[in-house]
């Protein structure tokens, strides 16, 4: 009986040492490959940590599997296990952040270490989709952006300065989803309308440094669509003051040649202010199909249905006293607006060993309704275009070169009465612009240290405006009927710089030449006809950068120095409450400096506990050098509608699976006309958010709570530039932020 017994005993031995899986391996960082002690390992709800020489074992139940490594000073990194062999992780320091981030925004996909531009990302995405409704926030912590926010619907984007001029909108500022054009035919979008949640990253180009994007002085901003790299289904709800909601579905796939997406969102708001209801739907598709190793397809479809409320700006008693009230004009008619937008698209990609071509068609269009104290304005605008990009690579030499072509029509049609049924048509317009981009890049790479780029794009753009004036006794006679055709020179903008590595230190020099076109209002005269004495701004951009780690890779930075000057700058100047009138304001200079540090402050011996600082710093002296507008001398004074300095820091902490981020953002006066007699005041604000992740099997939760403007800190968070007062009234500049509000999110992912 004993020898049964321990034959028994020696038998489940046996067989449960086959039913345990171990995996091992060591764990190095990537600069020296030195082996890391202290790294949090885990499976399921299991932890271990990595020795003294980077060894770790750890037990699993089956294959395969996939282990989470976590350190305060490394990024995260998710790793499928697919057999037992040993294993060697090779994690990226977070101070050496130039080394890994990749700047997809270049075609080329380089290191950020190796470009030579102002490229800055937009960091914590994924916590970003979660705590935040809009990208203002990240926008806002960089330096040299300001993003002006009058209410969800009335944004403005800014870089060095170009794009205050644009009354309501982003305008001289190109963007791009997946390489496809979203700005319309004079530079003008709303990447507020799309949900953060549908990206993995976000590159904002700072002034004309890209020779492959056209038209913007200001830069551009480029989106890049989330990817999973496997099955996944995430739910996200968002609850915010002012009865503020945000719901957010989105589920990938893939299986076999083919993955594909779908995301529906939904974002609602009562509003601070009165008449300032909001509620936007979007729906998100994405398909794409790998024909074989080098050929893919991709087809993308975007819809955007919103309806929103307009409080419009105050003046400076009721931004005192009233914040919270709209504008008398357009609450009394119930000023509103009602659009829906369509994007779609179809991308190819073909990639061998030194070729790789990506070209896509693509159609953007929309429908908009907008009653407004003054008239009711109907809008209408079909666009098309195609962008190809070539790229041959050869040891260290890479050439790109393609072009992009964009057509748009335009019609918009005013009214009395509202829209109602006696409505009784103003005028009806309608403009078709060309535009027509060729680019090139070279690039060249010498002796691994020296990187040189020379580039060079040449921009033709034409229009055709037609405008029908109608009698105002009789709606049916026409009044007026005027039609122009308009080709701008052709524009060629050239590009060199060079970057040189020096150890973890990256020096950098850029001259880059750029410009924008006009906008629909900058293109007529206050009587509503073609102006065909207005010119595209355009100019030259010098700057100078470096870029690196510091401390053993704890402390990184990103300084640059730069100086635009601009000539024939555009300017909208306001003459009615309905008109704007553009001019080219002689010549302005765009000097400026920005720095970024991000730093390690403290962590505990167990990894389980850390303290980062991130410090965002720009100051500018942006001048007009030439201004004479209906015999007011303007000449040195400061550009209007752009904060003379901003200083944004984050703490970030973490706690075990605590994370937590105390923000300070301070925005210094802004000019609110070009005389400069009246500026804005400067603010400060303090922001708070706290995030705790659960995990329960393979379900990922988290939740995340906050408050913003903690201090409740009465501020102008957008300013329309050159107000002007009517009937009597003061000038309404002012658009007030948000009191101190709240927010709680939950997101659920498999």
């Given at each position: 009986?004993?020898?049964?017994?321990?034959?028994?005993?020696?038998?489940?031995?046996?067989?449960s040492?086959?039913?345990?899986?171990?995996?091992?391996?060591?764990?190095?960082?990537?600069?020296?490959?030195?082996?890391?002690?202290?790294?949090e390992?885990?499976?399921?709800?299991?932890?271990?940590?990595?020795?003294?020489?980077g060894?770790?074992?750890?037990?699993i139940?089956?294959?395969?599997?996939?282990l989470?490594?976590?350190?305060p000073?490394?990024?995260?990194?998710?790793?499928?296990?697919?057999?037992?062999?040993?294993l060697e992780?090779?994690?990226?320091?977070?101070?050496s952040?130039?080394?890994?981030?990749?700047?997809?925004?270049?075609?080329n996909?380089?290191k950020?270490k190796?470009?030579?531009?102002?490229?800055?990302?937009?960091?914590?995405?994924?916590?970003?989709?979660?705590?935040?409704?809009?990208?203002?926030s990240?926008?806002?912590?960089?330096?040299?952006?300001?993003m002006?926010?009058?209410?969800?619907?009335?944004?403005?984007?800014?870089?060095?300065?170009?794009?205050?001029?644009?009354?309501?909108?982003?305008?001289?500022?190109?963007?791009?989803?997946?390489?496809?054009?979203?700005?319309?035919g004079?530079?003008?979008t709303?990447?507020?309308?799309?949900?953060?949640?549908?990206?993995n990253?976000?590159?904002?180009?700072?002034?004309?440094?890209?020779?492959?994007?056209?038209a913007?002085?200001?830069?551009?901003?480029?989106?890049?669509?989330?990817?999973?790299?496997?099955?996944?289904?995430?739910?996200?709800?968002?609850?915010?003051?002012?009865?503020?909601?945000?719901?957010?579905?989105?589920?990938?796939?893939?299986?076999?040649k083919?993955?594909?997406?779908?995301?529906f969102?939904?974002?609602?708001?009562?509003?601070?202010?009165?008449?300032?209801?909001?509620?936007?739907n979007?729906?998100?598709?994405?398909?794409g199909?790998?024909?074989?190793?080098?050929?893919?397809?991709?087809?993308?479809?975007?819809?955007?249905?919103?309806?929103?409320e307009?409080?419009?700006?105050?003046?400076?008693?009721?931004?005192?006293?009233?914040?919270?009230?709209?504008?008398?004009?357009?609450?009394?008619?119930?000023?509103n607006?009602?659009?829906?937008?369509?994007?779609?698209?179809?991308?190819?990609?073909?990639?061998?060993?030194?070729?790789?071509?990506?070209?896509?068609?693509f159609?953007?269009?929309?429908?908009?309704?907008?009653?407004?104290?003054?008239?009711?304005?109907?809008?209408?605008?079909?666009?098309?275009g195609?962008?190809?990009?070539?790229?041959?690579?050869?040891?260290?030499?890479?050439?790109?070169?393609?072009?992009?072509?964009?057509?748009?029509?335009?019609?918009?049609k005013?009214?009395?009465?509202?829209?109602?049924?006696?409505?009784?048509?103003l005028?009806?317009?309608?403009?078709?612009?060309?535009?027509?981009?060729?680019?090139?890049?070279?690039?060249?790479?010498?002796?691994?240290?020296?990187?040189?780029?020379?580039?060079?794009?040449?921009?033709?753009?034409?229009?055709?405006?037609?405008s029908?004036?109608?009698?105002?006794?009789?709606?049916q006679?026409?009044?007026?009927?005027?039609?122009?055709?308009?080709?701008?020179?052709?524009?060629?903008?050239?590009?060199?710089?060079l970057?040189?590595?020096?150890?973890?230190?990256?020096?950098?020099?850029?001259?880059?030449?750029g410009?924008?076109?006009?906008?629909i209002?900058?293109?007529?005269?206050?009587?509503?006809?073609?102006?065909?004495?207005?010119?595209p701004?355009?100019?030259?951009?010098?700057?100078?950068?470096?870029?690196?780690?510091?401390?053993?890779?704890?402390?990184?930075?990103?300084?640059?120095m730069?100086?635009m000057?601009?000539?024939?700058?555009?300017?909208?100047?306001?003459?009615?409450?309905?008109?704007?009138?553009?001019?080219?304001?002689?010549?302005?200079?765009?000097?400026?400096?920005?720095?970024?540090?991000?730093?390690?402050?403290?962590?505990?011996?167990?990894?389980?506990?850390?303290i980062?600082s991130?410090?965002f710093?720009s100051?500018?002296?942006?001048?007009?050098?030439?201004?004479?507008?209906?015999g007011?001398?303007?000449?040195?004074?400061?550009?209007?509608?752009?904060?003379?300095?901003?200083?944004?820091k984050?703490?970030?902490?973490?706690?075990?699976?605590?994370?937590?981020t105390?923000?300070?953002?301070k925005?210094?006066?802004?000019?609110?006309?070009?005389?400069?007699?009246?500026?804005?005041?400067?603010?400060?604000?303090?922001?708070?958010?706290?995030?705790?992740?659960?995990?329960?099997?393979?379900?990922?939760?988290?939740?995340?709570t906050?408050?913003?403007?903690?201090?409740?800190?009465?501020?102008?968070?957008?300013?329309?530039?050159?107000?002007k007062?009517?009937?009597?009234?003061?000038?309404?500049?002012?658009?007030?932020?948000?009191?101190?509000?709240?927010?709680i999110?939950?997101?659920?992912?498999?």
């Amino acid at each position: 009986m004993k020898k049964l017994f321990f034959t028994k005993v020696l038998l489940i031995i046996y067989f449960s040492s086959f039913s345990q899986i171990f995996v091992e391996g060591v764990v190095k960082e990537n600069i020296y490959y030195s082996p890391i002690n202290g790294i949090e390992i885990i499976y399921n709800n299991e932890t271990t940590f990595s020795d003294i020489e980077g060894k770790f074992i750890i037990q699993i139940e089956s294959l395969p599997t996939k282990l989470f490594f976590n350190s305060p000073l490394f990024f995260e990194k998710y790793i499928e296990i697919k057999d037992e062999k040993k294993l060697e992780i090779i994690l990226t320091n977070k101070g050496s952040v130039l080394e890994e981030i990749i700047v997809k925004s270049e075609i080329n996909k380089k290191k950020l270490k190796n470009t030579a531009s102002s490229i800055s990302i937009i960091k914590d995405i994924e916590t970003r989709k979660i705590s935040d409704i809009s990208i203002e926030s990240g926008l806002n912590e960089i330096p040299g952006i300001y993003m002006h926010t009058g209410s969800l619907n009335t944004n403005r984007i800014t870089i060095r300065g170009m794009g205050s001029r644009s009354p309501y909108s982003t305008n001289k500022i190109k963007s791009y989803i997946n390489n496809i054009p979203l700005s319309n035919g004079v530079g003008e979008t709303t990447i507020e309308d799309l949900g953060i949640s549908l990206f993995n990253q976000i590159e904002i180009i700072k002034g004309p440094n890209s020779s492959i994007y056209g038209a913007g002085l200001g830069g551009g901003i480029l989106l890049n669509l989330e990817k999973s790299k496997e099955h996944s289904l995430s739910y996200s709800s968002f609850f915010g003051s002012y009865n503020t909601t945000k719901n957010d579905i989105n589920f990938y796939k893939k299986v076999n040649k083919v993955d594909f997406q779908i995301n529906f969102q939904n974002l609602s708001s009562d509003g601070y202010r009165d008449n300032n209801n909001y509620i936007r739907n979007n729906a998100f598709g994405y398909l794409g199909y790998n024909l074989n190793d080098k050929i893919k397809l991709d087809f993308i479809y975007n819809f955007i249905n919103l309806d929103s409320e307009i409080p419009s700006s105050l003046n400076i008693d009721d931004f005192n006293f009233n914040p919270s009230k709209a504008a008398e004009n357009w609450k009394n008619v119930n000023g509103n607006e009602k659009y829906k937008k369509n994007l779609s698209a179809i991308s190819f990609d073909f990639n061998s060993s030194n070729y790789n071509l990506i070209a896509n068609i693509f159609y953007n269009g929309y429908r908009s309704d907008e009653k407004r104290p003054f008239n009711f304005l109907k809008e209408n605008s079909n666009g098309f275009g195609s962008r190809v990009v070539n790229t041959i690579t050869k040891k260290n030499q890479k050439f790109n070169f393609g072009f992009e072509f964009f057509r748009e029509n335009y019609l918009w049609k005013t009214f009395d009465n509202y829209g109602t049924d006696t409505e009784k048509i103003l005028n009806d317009q309608n403009e078709q612009r060309n535009n027509l981009l060729v680019f090139s890049k070279y690039e060249i790479q010498i002796k691994n240290t020296i990187n040189m780029t020379f580039g060079l794009s040449s921009n033709n753009i034409n229009y055709r405006w037609e405008s029908i004036e109608y009698n105002d006794l009789d709606p049916q006679s026409l009044k007026s009927k005027d039609s122009k055709k308009y080709k701008y020179q052709n524009i060629i903008s050239p590009k060199i710089s060079l970057n040189k590595n020096i150890s973890n230190q990256n020096l950098f020099f850029t001259i880059s030449h750029g410009y924008s076109p006009p906008n629909i209002d900058e293109t007529l005269d206050d009587k509503g006809l073609v102006n065909q004495n207005i010119k595209p701004e355009s100019g030259w951009n010098y700057e100078l950068g470096i870029r690196g780690n510091l401390v053993n890779g704890k402390v990184s930075y990103d300084l640059n120095m730069y100086l635009m000057k601009i000539k024939n700058l555009l300017v909208a100047q306001r003459t009615s409450e309905d008109t704007y009138v553009g001019v080219n304001a002689g010549k302005t200079s765009h000097p400026g400096i920005e720095l970024s540090i991000n730093s390690l402050i403290w962590n505990s011996l167990d990894n389980k506990k850390n303290i980062t600082s991130e410090v965002f710093f720009s100051k500018n002296w942006h001048k007009f050098i030439e201004f004479v507008n209906e015999g007011n001398i303007y000449s040195n004074n400061y550009l209007t509608g752009v904060p003379l300095h901003t200083l944004n820091k984050n703490i970030k902490f973490k706690i075990n699976k605590i994370k937590g981020t105390i923000n300070y953002q301070k925005t210094g006066k802004i000019p609110i006309n070009d005389s400069n007699s009246e500026y804005s005041e400067p603010y400060m604000l303090w922001n708070f958010k706290v995030a705790k992740l659960f995990k329960i099997n393979k379900i990922n939760l988290n939740i995340i709570t906050g408050v913003k403007n903690l201090f409740d800190e009465k501020y102008a968070s957008m300013i329309l530039i050159n107000a002007k007062g009517f009937g009597g009234g003061k000038p309404r500049y002012y658009y007030p932020g948000l009191p101190r509000n709240y927010f709680i999110s939950l997101n659920i992912k498999v």
